[in-house]
DNA sequence: CCGATGACTTGAA
DNA sequence: CTTCAAGCCATCG
């Protein structure tokens, strides 16, 4: 298996792309899954190319250790974000997710 | 190769 | 509560 540039890229995207509907996940715990938590911020830029990227990646879905949705200023118009949780169940106050707990998903313990 | 950037995280003041 | 600093890793010019 020839390795590609993308293929860290792929990973997120793949991992990113397992969210259920209804949860949510931090970049720190799809870094972590990856392999360090330190490459969280790798998993943000990643995001950052989804928007050149060839698939739908579910970025809104993705949001820090706080459950802030600090991407949010990233999405087209400023509300994108906030209303795709909104319409899958996600309780949110202020760009911040208020059940984060209940929501929360993580790869390396779902995806055991 | 080097420097700068980034949607992060943690901890300390 | 806010603000600063350091760590970490991939990509770009």
Not at 67 to 96: A, C, I, W, Y
Request: proline share 4%; with cysteine; charged share 25%.
């Amino acid at each position: 298996m020839p390795k590609k540039e993308t293929d860290f890229f792929e990973r997120v995207y793949q991992v990113a792309e397992l969210i259920p509907r209804g949860r949510v996940t931090s970049y720190g715990a799809i870094a972590n899954y990856l392999g360090s938590y330190r490459g969280a911020r790798m998993v943000g830029w990643a995001m950052n190319k989804c928007s050149s990227w060839h698939r739908f990646v579910p970025a809104h879905r993705v949001v820090n250790s706080k459950g802030v949705l600090t991407g949010k200023h990233h999405f087209p118009g400023g509300e994108t974000m906030s209303e795709l949780l909104r319409n899958e169940g996600v309780k949110l106050m202020d760009n911040q997710i208020i059940n984060f707990q209940e929501v929360f998903w993580d790869p390396s313990k779902e995806l055991l």
